[in-house]
């Protein structure tokens, strides 16, 4: 017997994997949240299934996602990166990401952190699943928000879209659909 998924994970078993065991869990650690907001910031522009394929390799490329390293990266650091075939080779989005572990370090410099700043923006939970993938929003008034509060930190490529896709991702929010067994 097969379960029922939502529909965007297909058929792919990297796909299946991620829907199954991490789309939508709450994520608390702050490396994590910091991963899953560069990748998303790496997806702009195409599928989730090209970072999905490529997650390994991002994480040998930025040093585990370890925002200390991230932040110190300079010149030499980034023409690597732009020269790793294994990695989305966008300058502006390799850039961004260096500046944003940056800006995680100042937020710690003041006392802050990552998470909290991102779970502070976490929205109520649904009263019950969306039933129709035509109900799953691509922002949200709480992306726009935390889209804001993530700029004004200075982080770059974290727009109230891409936001709401790292919302989903780090379970800020359940849109797994009412027929899908991970939707409770």
Same mark, same amino acid.
């Given at each position: 017997m097969s379960?029922?998924?939502?529909?965007?994970? +297909?058929?792919?078993?990297?796909?299946?994997?991620?829907?199954? =065991?991490?789309? +939508?869990v709450p994520v608390v650690d702050e490396r994590e949240l910091f991963e899953l907001l560069c990748l998303e910031g790496f997806q702009a522009g195409l599928s989730w299934i090209t970072i !999905? %394929?490529?997650? =390994? /390799?991002?994480? $040998?490329?930025f040093d585990g996602f370890r925002i200390a390293s991230v932040a110190a990266y300079g010149d030499t =650091?980034?023409? %690597? !990166?732009?020269?790793?075939? +294994? *990695?989305?080779?966008?300058?502006?989005? *390799? &850039?961004?990401? *260096?500046?944003?572990?940056? &800006?995680?370090? #100042?937020?710690? +410099? &003041?006392?802050?952190?990552?998470? =909290? !700043?991102?779970?502070?923006?976490? @929205?109520?939970?649904? @009263? $019950? @699943? !969306?039933?129709r993938?035509?109900?799953? @929003?691509?922002?949200?008034? #709480?992306?726009? &928000?935390? /889209?804001? $509060?993530l700029k004004q930190e200075g982080m770059r490529f974290v727009g109230p879209t891409t936001v709401y896709a790292f919302m989903q991702s780090a379970g800020l929010v359940n849109d797994h659909l009412a027929e899908c067994f991970r939707s409770g």
């Open positions: 379960m029922t998924r939502c529909w965007w994970c +297909g058929e792919d078993p990297l796909y299946v994997a991620y829907h199954d =065991e991490q789309w +939508g !999905l %394929r490529k997650r =390994e /390799a991002f994480r $040998a490329a =650091e980034v023409a %690597r !990166l732009v020269a790793d075939a +294994g *990695i989305v080779r966008h300058q502006g989005k *390799i &850039a961004a990401t *260096i500046a944003n572990a940056r &800006a995680v370090e #100042a937020m710690h +410099g &003041a006392g802050r952190t990552l998470t =909290e !700043l991102v779970w502070s923006h976490a @929205p109520p939970v649904r @009263p $019950a @699943p !969306l039933r993938r035509s109900e799953v @929003p691509a922002t949200t008034p #709480a992306s726009m &928000a935390l /889209a804001q $509060a």
